[in-house]
C-alpha cells in the first residue's frame, strides 16, 4: 500500500517528491491525514524497522551452524595442532617417544611439545629403554635420544658392552628446586630435565654415574660428553643435592651460559679428608675408637644408624636425603 500511494503521488509531484517519498515514504505523504497517518504508521514504520535488525540476527545463527553442520562430516575433534619441527623430527628411527597432551599446571608448571620418552632407538635399531619412561619436552628428549645415540653407545662399547636401558631418577615433576619449598621453579616443572643414575648394560650390570669404583675413565666420558649437550649438568660436589645422580637440563639461559658442575671423586677421595676408613676386622672396640678418633675423624662417632643410612661413601660434609635434587 505504501508503494503504491507513494507510486500515486510522485507521479502527480514530479521527480523532487519522488525521492522525498523514497527516503521518508509514509511521513510525509499522510501529513494531512492524522487518521489515515495514524494507521499507515503503525503498520508501515514498524515493518521495515524489525526487517533489517532481525535479518542480520536470522543470519547469524545460521552462519553457525553451517560450519558446525559441516565438521560432523570431516572431523568430530577440533583440528589437531601442528606438529612441531622436533616433533618431526623426532621419527621412531630415533625414539619410541609418543606425544602426549600440554600439561599446564600450577606455578608455572607445565609444558607443551611434550612426549614420553620410553626408548631411544639405535641405528642398528635396539633400543635402549628409559625406566621408567620419561615425561619431556620434545627439545629435550631429542638431546637424550642424540646424546645415548652418538655418545653413551660407544662408551658401552668401549667396555666392551651394549646398553639396555636408562636408569630415570626423574623427569617431569613440578617442584621448586632440590624440592624446596618456595624456590625457584625446577626445570623439571618445566619438562626440561632428566635426572640420570645409571646406565644399564645387557647382561645386567649397571654404570652408576657417580659411583668412585667406576673407571674415572668412564664416568669422565660421560660427563664430558653431557656438559657438550646440556646447558645444566649437575653431578657431585655441585650443591649436594646431586651426590647420587647426574641432573640434566636445557634450560636457556642469558649468552648461553652453560652450568657444568659435577666432580668426579677418586675412589679413595683426597679431596674428602673426613671419609671414614675401613674397619679392619681386628680393629679396637668402636667405643674406644671413636674416642681417640673423634678429633681427626668426627663421621668415626656417628651413630651406627647413621652409617646405615649412608650406604654410599661421603664427602665431607654430611649428605642430605637424596631425594632432594635439582
Ligand atoms: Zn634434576
Request: hydrophobic fraction near 40%; charged fraction near 30%; glycine fraction near 6%.
Amino acid at each position: 500500500m505504501v508503494t503504491a500511494a507513494a507510486l500515486i503521488l510522485s507521479i502527480a509531484a514530479g521527480p523532487a517528491v519522488a525521492r522525498e517519498a523514497r527516503a521518508f515514504p509514509p511521513l510525509d505523504l499522510f501529513a494531512g491525514n492524522p487518521k489515515l497517518r495514524g494507521t499507515l504508521r503503525h503498520v508501515a514504520i514498524p515493518l521495515p524497522r524489525p526487517r533489517p535488525a532481525e535479518a542480520p540476527k536470522a543470519e547469524e545463527p545460521e552462519a553457525a551452524e553451517k560450519p558446525s553442520a559441516g565438521e560432523p562430516g570431516k572431523t568430530a575433534e577440533p583440528a589437531p595442532p601442528q606438529p612441531s619441527a622436533c616433533r618431526l623430527a623426532l621419527t621412531e628411527e630415533i625414539a619410541i617417544a609418543p606425544s602426549i597432551p600440554d600439561i599446564k599446571g600450577p606455578g608455572g608448571c607445565g609444558g607443551e611439545d611434550l612426549v614420553r620418552l620410553e626408548a631411544v632407538v639405535l641405528p642398528d635399531k635396539r633400543k635402549v629403554a628409559v625406566k621408567p619412561a620419561a615425561v619431556l619436552r620434545c627439545k629435550m628428549a631429542t638431546a637424550i635420544a642424540d646424546w645415548i645415540r652418538s655418545d653413551i653407545v660407544p662408551i658401552a662399547a668401549k667396555l666392551g658392552s651394549q646398553l639396555s636401558d636408562l636408569d630415570n631418577f626423574d623427569s617431569y615433576e613440578c617442584r621448586g628446586r632440590n624440592r624446596v619449598a618456595g624456590a625457584q621453579l625446577s626445570e623439571h616443572g618445566r619438562a626440561n630435565a632428566l635426572d640420570v643414575r645409571a646406565f644399564k648394560l645387557v647382561g645386567g650390570k649397571s654404570i652408576y654415574l657417580t659411583d668412585r669404583t667406576v673407571a674415572r675413565e668412564v664416568r669422565e666420558s660421560v660427563l664430558h660428553s653431557a656438559c657438550a649437550r646440556f646447558s645444566t649438568v649437575l653431578g657431585p660436589g655441585s650443591d649436594w643435592y646431586h651426590e647420587d645422580h647426574i641432573h640434566l637440563d636445557v634450560s636457556e639461559r642469558r649468552n648461553n651460559y652453560r652450568i657444568c658442575q659435577w666432580n668426579v671423586w677418586d675412589p679413595l677421595p683426597q679431596v674428602a679428608p673426613l671419609l671414614p676408613a675401613e674397619r679392619p676386622a681386628e680393629a679396637p672396640p668402636r667405643e674406644v675408637a671413636a674416642k681417640s678418633d673423634a678429633a681427626q675423624k668426627p663421621e668415626d662417632a656417628k651413630s651406627d644408624q647413621e652409617e646405615a643410612e649412608e650406604d654410599k661413601p661421603a664427602p665431607a660434609k654430611p649428605k642430605k636425603p637424596t631425594k632432594k635434587r635439582r
